[in-house]
């Protein structure tokens, strides 16, 4: 659950006024769930997106340790992302404030021209440099549900998030990749096996699902058996969180990964 606006300590919001200048409106973000606050402000001197979290008592927490990573990777992603503007910290909290993003979810379904962009994005994602800053392993991320997570290792930048509500398209037809809080190092068919739920989720049958990602070279280089072990680990992965929280959202998570591994499987 979110914290309220109001509930965030005076000196964090003295010092984000003093970037933004006096806030009129505060309209909290409809999605998400990876920090405390996430609003959009209208200031005086326009719209800024605000994320904020707070730490442990002791050290940064999950979601602080998230926007620590989105900061640190916003520089080499700012053609993908919306850019960030400032930072503040104080009294247990972190808060980074980025360009507003006036846009709508992406539409993943068959035959929507959505696809299409979505195709261009991942392409120049997996072409672009991975900056030396840190971010998640590839491999240490499922190092628990897979025997050998060696092959889950590489040098490609990886969003690894790529959902509908993270894929923000403007009026102009420009496309914003939102969220970057698991941002990744790892192979570079990670970023597909990870998308494919989510295409599946938009109404894909696997194998259509399958067929598209097979447009990237990264995808088809893949060795079968280094896929096969990641769709199983992927499913076990999420089988296993919905076991310990009964989440709707978690629970279809589980059931989409499921179906691409009983398909990749022929189970």
């Known amino acids: 659950m979110r914290t309220d606006w109001t509930d965030l300590p005076k000196e964090l919001r003295t010092q984000i006024e003093a970037h933004t200048g006096s806030i009129d409106r505060i309209v909290p973000a409809p999605t998400g769930n990876h920090a405390d606050i996430a609003s959009t402000l209208e200031t005086s001197d326009g719209r800024v997106f605000v994320k904020a979290a707070r730490k442990l008592e002791d050290r940064d927490g999950p979601e602080?340790?998230?926007?620590?990573?989105?900061?640190?990777?916003?520089?080499?992603v700012c053609e993908y992302a919306p850019r960030l503007?400032?930072?503040a910290e104080t009294e247990g909290w972190l808060a980074l404030g980025f360009d507003h993003v006036q846009g709508r979810p992406a539409d993943f379904s068959a035959g929507s021209?959505?696809?299409?962009?979505?195709?261009?994005?991942?392409?120049?994602?997996?072409s672009a440099p991975c900056p030396d800053v840190p971010m998640l392993s590839g491999g240490k991320r499922w190092q628990k549900f897979?025997?050998?997570?060696?092959?889950?290792?590489?040098?490609?930048?990886l969003h690894t998030d790529l959902n509908e509500d993270n894929f923000?398209?403007?009026d102009q037809g420009r496309a914003f990749v939102i969220d970057w809080?698991?941002?990744?190092?790892?192979?570079?068919?990670?970023?597909?096996?990870?998308?494919?739920?989510?295409l599946i989720k938009a109404g894909h049958t696997p194998q259509a699902a399958d067929e598209w990602v097979s447009q990237f070279t990264s995808w088809g280089d893949a060795p079968p058996a280094d896929l096969d072990m990641f769709s199983a680990a992927f499913?076990?992965?999420?089988?296993?969180?919905?076991?310990v929280r009964d989440d709707a959202w978690i629970t279809r998570h589980a059931d989409l990964t499921a179906r691409w591994a009983a398909y990749r499987l022929k189970e």
């Open 85 to 87: 503007r400032w930072q």
């Open 146 to 157: 897979a025997d050998d997570p060696a092959p889950f290792e590489g040098v490609t930048l």
């Open 64 to 76: 602080v340790m998230s926007l620590r990573r989105e900061a640190a990777v916003n520089p080499a």
């Open 181 to 198: 809080a698991f941002v990744t190092r790892g192979a570079a068919w990670l970023e597909l096996a990870l998308l494919i739920p989510w």
């Open 113 to 126: 021209p959505d696809l299409e962009i979505l195709a261009k994005t991942v392409h120049a994602l997996q």
């Open 235 to 243: 499913a076990e992965q999420w089988r296993t969180a919905s076991q």
């Open 168 to 170: 923000l398209i403007t």
